[in-house]
């Protein structure tokens, strides 16, 4: 079997030339893989840029949504306060027609979570992360307090029914909740006019989406139940717990999935 043998160098400018040779190869290569990985992250931030616009779309037309519906809550919470103003000196309540319920959307930023376990996130701009996680953290917020509203809007329901005895401690305490529905709708109102402002300054969105999107989320709570007139009082307080909670079985297709709005009933980016 015959074997090569390396040929010696002869003098150094021969070697230098191998030398040469082997450093423009090594560089080549790493080169190359540098503009590979490259390629790959700017791909990454072309998508997540895409699935956070998606989002954007939706966190405004929510919050659009939510603003649009506050003067139709105000003037219910009114109503009720002025019923129990009314209970106070006849000690009873008269037939009241279920109040309905708030528009408590899960306001979040869904590509969020994607960003920060991988590595996407710090191959973005320090100012876009630095928007992001407010946009993020104010929308988690904005969630917590949707859910204490449903909690004290639970309490305030239970005015609804027929003409009933009622104490002053339970006016007591329907006044607290009142209350808490009150500070926690204004405080999503005020949250989501933020948010608002927030993504237009990111500038992942255009003016015109946001605006389309905004109109998306105001052309909404025009069919909102909660704006419209209460239903009759019903007959007894058990009518009452099962006014959501009757009728047949949705078949698969039939329910409305939520969290379309702003983005054209779509729930990814992928139509």
């Not at 376990?117 to 993020?136: E, V």
């Not at 204490?148 to 607290?176: C, D, F, H, K, Y």
């Not at 605006?211 to 009518?239: D, N, V």
Request: hydrophobic share 40%; aromatic share 6%.
């Amino acid at each position: 079997m015959d074997i090569h043998k390396p040929k010696p160098w002869h003098g150094v400018r021969e070697f230098l030339k191998e030398y040469l040779i082997i450093v423009v190869g090594v560089l080549t290569a790493l080169g190359a893989e540098q503009t590979v990985e490259w390629l790959h992250w700017r791909h990454e931030v072309h998508v997540a840029r895409e699935a956070i616009a998606f989002d954007m779309k939706r966190l405004v037309a929510m919050a659009a949504h939510k603003d649009a519906i506050s003067p139709c809550q105000a003037e219910r919470m009114g109503e009720l306060s002025d019923e129990l103003d009314k209970a106070q000196v006849a000690h009873r309540l008269p037939a009241l027609p279920w109040p309905g319920g708030p528009y408590t959307p899960h306001m979040n930023l869904r590509s969020w979570n994607g960003l920060t376990s991988g590595q996407t996130l710090a191959h973005m701009s320090n100012r876009d992360q630095i928007s992001l996680s407010s946009i993020a953290a104010r929308a988690d917020y904005n969630s917590s307090r949707a859910l204490a509203e449903r909690e004290a809007w639970a309490v305030v329901q239970t005015m609804s029914g027929p003409p009933r005895p009622i104490s002053n401690a339970e006016i007591t305490s329907l006044r607290q909740a009142l209350m808490r529905v009150n500070m926690t709708a204004a405080d999503q109102r005020y949250l989501a006019r933020q948010l608002e402002t927030m993504i237009l300054r990111t500038g992942f969105l255009t003016n015109k989406e946001v605006e389309a999107a905004y109109e998306e989320g105001l052309a909404a709570a025009k069919g909102t139940r909660f704006c419209a007139p209460p239903r009759p009082p019903p007959a007894s307080a058990r009518e009452a717990l099962g006014i959501n909670m009757t009728g047949p079985p949705a078949r698969p297709g039939e329910a409305d999935p939520g969290g379309g709005e702003g983005v054209g009933g779509a729930l990814t980016t992928e139509r």
